[in-house]
C-alpha cells in the first residue's frame, strides 16, 4: 500500500527507478517481515481483552 501511494500521488519516500527502488523496497519488505511477529501478538492479546494469555501460549506451543 504504501508503494501505490507513493507511486501514484509522486512520493519522494521511495525512488522510482533503479538501485535505489530495489534498496529501498529491499529495506521496506524486511521491516514489514520484522514486524508481523510482535504486531501479531498484539492483536491477538487484542481481541482477546488481555484475559487469555493461555490460550496465546498453548498456541505458540503447536
Given at each position: 500500500?504504501?508503494t ?28 514489514n ?30
Amino acid at each position: 500500500m504504501i508503494t501505490y501511494l507513493n507511486d501514484k500521488y509522486g512520493g519522494k519516500i521511495i525512488p522510482k527507478e533503479g538501485m535505489a527502488r530495489f534498496k529501498a523496497m529491499k529495506w521496506l519488505m524486511l521491516e514489514n517481515k520484522g514486524l508481523h511477529g510482535p504486531y501479531s501478538k498484539f492483536m491477538f492479546i487484542k481481541r482477546n481483552g488481555g484475559e487469555d494469555m493461555l490460550a496465546y501460549k498453548n498456541i505458540q506451543k503447536r
